[in-house]
């Protein structure tokens, strides 16, 4: 051997620090974006060309006239008795869902008030029920 030089050896160890300091930076990113993600109301909108559902319960169905009147399948509901109807109505049921039906003149703040009113009640699901496209028209 030469003096004065020293053998050198490879390093086989992977580093990790840059993967680290990413998934830090991802992890930080989650952690403020996903409380905002919680704002708004949650709305699971039908496929246009979409197949019937199959159910085992009656489907229930919240409907809104142009003239602003609100009725649950076939009965009318006053807007300031919704939320509680709504509670006594999903006390019992196993499945948290519900269909909307709003005429296409109602002005969007009343449906997004009725939509607000049927989240507090603690449906879980909200199905927004449309007319399919014809062809031609898009």
């Given amino acids: 051997m030469v003096s004065g030089y ?3 050896r490879f390093l086989s160890e992977i580093n ?3 993967f680290v300091d990413v998934m830090l930076v991802l992890l930080i990113i989650f952690m403020v974006t996903a409380p905002m993600m919680k704002e708004g109301v949650d709305v699971n909108l039908p496929q246009a060309k979409g197949k019937v559902l199959p159910t085992q319960e009656k489907r229930m ?3 809104i006239t142009s003239k ?3 009725y649950l399948n076939d009965r009318k509901i006053e807007f300031t008795s ?3 109807k709504l509670k006594k109505v999903f006390q019992e049921r196993r499945d948290k869902e519900l269909f909307l039906k709003a005429d296409e003149v109602v002005p969007y703040g009343f449906v997004v008030k009725v939509m ?3 989240r507090s009640a603690g449906i879980e699901q909200l199905g927004m029920v449309t007319v399919p ?3 031609g028209k898009q």
């Fill in 82 to 84: 919704l939320e509680d």
């Fill in 68 to 70: 602003q009147e609100i």
């Fill in 116 to 118: 607000a009113a049927i």
């Fill in 16 to 18: 990790v620090t840059p």
């Fill in 6 to 8: 020293k053998s050198s």
């Fill in 61 to 63: 169905s919240i409907t």
């Fill in 133 to 135: 496209l014809e062809e």
